[in-house]
């Protein structure tokens, strides 16, 4: 059954390296985080906070969500992430109890883990079958030049928090680490964070880089041998999850312009990952987002390469 409803809250599923198919689920405002990371796509001024309350109305989210799997969803997840981070939603743990009521498809957590030092947001988030926490730094003065946290935050917390929910968590437990070229590289801080992910003892690490656009141009992508270079110091079996997946699915259709400006709210893509995400031919995606661009919505940017479209203002 086919359903092009224009969700709320959840958006896709969309094609993720780390995932599979991965239907997006968002219950937290526009950049509502307690971090203003570098690499961030969606920009780096924002207003921090570690303030946990409903920011979002959950049972909104899971009466969207129920629409999506009655229409016959098909995803390898359902991954809480979004627009900020999710944790700050109090009410995680009871959307979490509520998809899981709805199905069986497995519910993933992307996190920036800052708040896992609470033992609240530990017990909540332990409901999630897998959950995708990050280590960008290995000190407290890295940590502030990468992800500019909240001033109540410390690179301390951040790591008693990861190794407490590993010492619970009864699940996976994926570590994302991003690097920058020239801010947390050095053969001192790449050597340092492959003790701290040792004292973690996650299940998978899986290394990025900023191959997409991101608000601060201070953050350079670093080279695919720099970052298999940087996998081999580390160990523990590193991927490298950095770029596009190359799927053969059968695409077809056209491509609806407020989908894609509902996708590039979220982050830029390329044609070809529009096309992907929306599963409609790149032909349509190209007509569409050169009628966006005609009316000044939309603009593009060069990254490796690679073109990618933006939103020229929030939407």
Known sequence: MT??????????????????????????????CTQ??????????????????AYVDVDLVAAELKDKLACGLEADFITISGSGEPTLNSDIGRLIDRIKAMTDIPVAVITNGTL???PQVREDISRADAVMPSLDAADD???????CPHAGLTFKSLVDG?????????GQIWLEVFFCDGVNTSDQQVEKIGRVIAG????????NTAVRPTSDKSAKAVSQEKLS??????????????????TAAQKAGNADADRIVDLLKRRPCSIEGMSQSLNVSSSSVEQAV??????????????????????NQQQ
């Open 141 to 147: 003065d890295t940590f502030r030049a990468m992800n």
């Open 116 to 118: 896992l030092e609470d």
């Open 36 to 53: 203003n990371c570098i690499y961030c796509q969606l920009g780096v001024n924002g207003v921090t906070t570690t303030e946990r309350k």
């Open 162 to 170: 990861l190794v407490a929910f590993r010492n619970e968590y009864k």
């Open 229 to 246: 270079a940087i996998a081999a110091k580390i160990g523990f079996g590193c991927e490298i999850i950095a770029g596009f997946p190359k």
């Open 290 to 311: 050169t009628s966006l661009e005609s009316k000044g919505l939309v603009k593009t940017e060069e990254k490796g390469g690679i073109v990618f479209y933006v939103l």
């Open 3 to 32: 359903n092009n409803k224009k969700y709320k809250y959840i958006f896709g599923p969309v094609p993720s390296r780390r995932l599979g198919r991965s239907l997006g689920v968002d219950i937290v405002g526009l950049k509502t």
């Open 200 to 207: 973690i003892s996650p299940d998978k690490v899986q290394l």
